[in-house]
């Protein structure tokens, strides 16, 4: 008996150790996706990726996986003219890259309905000829507005004002609009001598960086140090048909005795809520737009807004968001605490007459997080995790619409 029951748990041992490690049976490409298609269920955070240049390359590497030792197709041929290469890079990790000859947002996924698979989409924008770039891509301008002519004084308020131009690419139709919170006179939260406003519009910049990188047109509602009205903050996302307005700002703890405990990264969307949190944190950051601001009119306001599709679509884009940046910044951070997807009255987000978010991007107020937000690469992974998730948001939407 004794024999036996040794006997079975080498066995389960040897079942686990086995079905750890997960065989990549077959790839293909249809409708524009690479699809994968494994032997047992993917564990998505098995699944790591990065870019190189020079060629552009698109590099997944998929720990605890294997090739199938049938004779499994390694190179393909996408979309004009991209290749796509499999290998197994080390013992249980499989290396897959897409090669082509201009970056594209890659929002890769596991479909919902088949956890055995995993999608990489392969966009049509990203492969467009040397001909049809130079046809799309507006050479750069640079203008300024200090002393155009009185004739020339709408045009030149609208622009500096509602915010400066930052990028066109192959995907001219997809316009997002970045705001960096408070500025001028409006410090935001302050903790330890560091101020909101400065680390916003820091990393809303980087933020307009990384999607420019991936062809969206960027406008930044504003690109210095100075304080914007509500209405000056939202308008611009209708003026130039924004597809997304992603609001970004600074958390604080609400005494010194929390200041200690209370970090991460969450992100808002547009709606009331009981929640005394959430009601906290938008009763701060709409301090400064809100003076002079009845109640009456504020109620008018958010309710004629709260039942539209827009609050819906929000919801939505906030997901992939907190997803993306929460994954982004837990690559090479530590202890990064997910402070969800919450719903709050935020005045900012009212104006825009669109999907429109607020991300905290961390707690100024908590001394190892502030620290940690003032590094390049905190920063950079936040954009990175932002820009990312608002790529897949519209990837989706895509999809929605084409269903």
Same mark, same amino acid.
Request: without cysteine; hydrophobic residues 35%; glycine residues 8%.
């Given at each position: 008996m004794k024999f036996l029951k040794i006997f079975l748990l080498f066995i389960a041992g040897t079942n686990l150790l086995v079905g750890s490690v997960n065989i990549l049976e077959d790839m293909e490409i249809q409708k524009d996706e690479l699809r994968l298609h494994f032997s047992h269920l993917l564990n998505k955070t098995n699944v790591h990726h990065f870019s190189l240049e020079k060629?552009?390359?698109?590099?997944?590497?998929?720990?605890?996986?294997?090739?199938?030792?049938?004779?499994?197709?390694?190179?393909?041929?996408?979309?004009?003219?991209?290749?796509?290469?499999?290998?197994?890079?080390?013992?249980?990790?499989?290396?897959?890259?897409?090669e082509c000859n201009k970056p594209f947002m890659c929002n890769s996924y596991q479909p919902m309905l088949s956890k055995k698979s995993y999608h990489i989409p392969l966009p049509k924008t990203a492969?467009?000829?040397?001909?049809?770039?130079?046809?799309?891509?507006?050479?750069?301008?640079?203008r300024?507005?200090?002393?155009a002519p009185a004739k020339k004084e709408e045009k030149g308020f609208l622009d500096s004002v509602f915010g400066k131009k930052i990028s066109s690419g192959p995907s001219d139709h997809e316009v997002i609009v970045i705001d960096a919170g408070h500025g001028g006179h409006d410090s935001g939260a302050v903790g330890g001598?560091?101020?909101?406003?400065?680390?916003?519009?820091?990393?809303?910049?980087?933020?307009?960086?990384?999607?420019q990188r991936h062809g969206y047109t960027v406008y930044l509602t504003r690109s210095t140090d100075r304080f914007l009205k509500l209405t000056e903050r939202t308008k611009i996302a209708d003026i130039k048909n924004a597809k997304v307005f992603v609001s970004v700002h600074a958390n604080a703890a609400p005494n010194e005795r929390s200041k200690n405990k209370m970090h991460g990264v969450e992100t808002f969307f547009l709606q009331n809520t009981s929640d005394e949190r959430s009601q906290r944190?938008?009763?701060?950051?709409?301090?400064?737009?809100l003076k002079g601001t009845d109640n009456l009119s504020k109620n008018v306001i958010v *309710?004629? +807004?709260?039942? #539209?599709?827009?609050?819906?679509?929000?919801?939505? &884009?906030?997901?992939?968001?907190?997803?993306?940046?929460?994954?982004?910044?837990?690559?090479?951070?530590?202890?990064?605490?997910?402070?969800?997807?919450?719903s709050a009255p935020f005045w900012v987000l009212v104006g825009a007459s669109r999907p429109s978010i607020l991300v905290e991007v961390g707690y100024i107020s908590h001394p190892v997080e502030r620290?940690?937000?003032?590094?390049?690469?905190?920063? *950079?992974? +936040?954009?990175? #995790?932002?820009?990312?998730?608002?790529?897949?948001? &519209?990837?989706n939407r895509k999809r929605e619409i084409d269903l």
């Open positions: 060629p552009y390359r698109k590099v997944f590497d998929i720990r605890n996986a294997r090739l199938s030792p049938k004779n499994l197709q390694k190179n393909l041929k996408g979309p004009q003219g991209t290749t796509v290469r499999i290998s197994q890079y080390q013992k249980d990790i499989v290396r897959l890259v897409i492969f467009a000829s040397t001909r049809e770039r130079a046809d799309i891509i507006p050479k750069k301008t640079t300024t507005y200090n002393n001598g560091k101020k909101e406003k400065d680390l916003v519009l820091q990393i809303s910049k980087k933020l307009a960086k990384e999607l944190v938008a009763a701060r950051e709409n301090e400064a737009v *309710d004629s +807004v709260l039942s #539209g599709p827009k609050i819906v679509q929000s919801h939505k &884009l906030a997901i992939d968001v907190q997803k993306n940046m929460l994954g982004s910044l837990r690559s090479r951070f530590d202890g990064v605490k997910d402070g969800g997807v919450r620290k940690q937000l003032f590094t390049t690469r905190y920063q *950079d992974l +936040v954009a990175k #995790g932002i820009a990312e998730g608002i790529g897949r948001y &519209l990837y």
